[in-house]
């Protein structure tokens, strides 16, 4: 079945530092791939999406590449701030199955 | 736009005594999703609706839970009886449907059950 492999955390960065979240799938036939972030005391918000393969998703300084070849899909951001410290989910959708696939989630600290 | 709605926020009930939850979804979404997410790990699906109908029902434990999406708008979650395993966030999700270009699921707030 399909699945979602992340990084553990808690990733600890201090502020303007380069971000790397790792993940890894695994699905039947294209799927799509998205990150989803949960703040504090709020809901999940998607981040960003790609839907085929060498897409890369952008939003907020966040990328992310669909690297079909090594079927991943890390996320990346240049230059942390405090505000960005959450915890952020890989998912995938499947051509058989359309509900979203969740990773564990990484818990992203950032300090002043 | 107003987002996925969901209530109640919180909900602290004992052992076999029944719970229920709902779920606004986005206007015009047709494709509703209820997730179950445990402490510390990622969201789960439990079923979810193309309209009225329920799709994808195979993770929701059926000798306990129940769900209805009547006249393929609202949702409810029923669990009956609860039990202590039970106590988790609900999450409700909408999208507008399931083909890819319309696939991306809005997320509500979620209810926090803990069950005593």
């Known amino acids: 079945g399909d699945s979602v492999t992340q990084m553990e955390g808690p990733v600890t960065l201090s502020e303007e530092a380069f971000l790397t979240i790792n993940c890894t799938y695994t699905?039947?036939?294209?799927?799509?791939l998205f990150w989803y972030v949960q703040y504090p005391g709020e809901g999940l918000q998607l981040l960003l999406k790609?839907?085929?393969?060498?897409d890369k998703g952008s939003n907020k300084g966040f990328e992310a590449t669909y690297r079909k070849e090594t079927t991943s899909f890390h996320l990346e951001k240049g230059s942390v701030q405090v505000s960005d410290s959450a915890v952020y989910f890989c998912?995938?959708?499947?051509?058989?199955?359309?509900?979203?696939?969740f990773g564990s989630g990484t818990r992203l600290q950032v300090q002043p | 736009e107003a987002g996925v709605v969901q209530s109640p926020r919180y909900k602290i009930i004992e052992k076999k005594q029944p719970v229920a939850f709902w779920c606004n979804p986005i206007?015009?979404?047709?494709?509703l999703y209820w997730y179950l997410q445990n402490l510390g790990q990622g969201p789960e699906l439990l079923i979810r609706?193309?309209?009225?109908?329920?799709?994808?029902d195979s993770q929701l434990p059926k000798d306990r839970f129940s769900a209805e999406r009547l006249k393929g708008v609202d949702s409810t979650l029923k669990i009956q009886p609860a039990e202590l395993g039970d106590s988790a966030v609900y999450l409700c999700?909408?999208?507008?449907?399931?083909?890819?270009?319309?696939?991306?699921?809005?997320f509500g707030p979620g209810t926090r059950l803990l069950v005593l």
């Open positions: 999700a909408s999208s507008l449907g399931s083909h890819p270009t319309e696939e991306t699921q809005y």
């Open positions: 699905a039947t036939g294209y799927p799509s």
């Open positions: 790609a839907t085929k393969a060498d």
């Open positions: 998912a995938l959708t499947s051509t058989g199955r359309r509900a979203l696939t």
């Open positions: 206007s015009g979404h047709n494709t």
């Open positions: 609706y193309e309209n009225e109908e329920a799709v994808d």
